[in-house]
């Protein structure tokens, strides 16, 4: 049985590592003809304003994290080569791993590709890598690339 994707799911972060995912994603959509979803999710932060100030307005928190997530669909859509893909990208807010996963199962994904860290070391200490979670919870196959 020869396997062919027919959803090509990337995430992405900024993060060179997940530009490099996003290109080999397009490369798989491209020798499958498969569709391609580019989606990145952008985490809210947490006390981003400070420990004794009020939480910003609703309105303020959805236009940073919109500008947020716009400049890392401009950066990886202008490195891409799109031509000849059926292809989206998608915006989401949330916890990543949650949100991938999601995505995988709305658009009924065949595989999802994602670098292998994007998180600080921090973050990868305290909660795990996104990729590692992934691996335990997305509903298709997950490629990390190095």
Do not use: F, N
């Amino acid at each position: 049985m020869v396997w062919h994707p027919a959803v090509v799911v990337v995430g992405i972060d900024g993060s060179e590592r997940s530009l490099r995912a996003a290109q080999v994603a397009a490369d798989l959509a491209r020798v499958h003809s498969a569709r391609l979803v580019i989606v990145t999710v952008v985490r809210p932060p947490e006390g981003w304003w400070g420990i004794v100030g009020s939480p910003p307005p609703a309105e303020a928190l959805a236009s940073s994290m919109s500008e947020a997530q716009k400049g890392i669909l401009d950066v990886a859509m202008h490195g891409l080569d799109l031509d000849g893909l059926e292809w989206e990208a998608t915006e989401e807010i949330g916890d990543p791993a949650s949100a991938l996963s999601d995505v995988c199962r709305d658009r009924d994904a065949d595989v999802l590709v994602v670098g292998r860290r994007g998180a600080g070391v921090l973050e990868r200490l305290v909660i795990g890598s996104v990729a590692d979670r992934l691996t335990h919870y997305a509903p298709c196959p997950v490629m990390i690339v190095p």
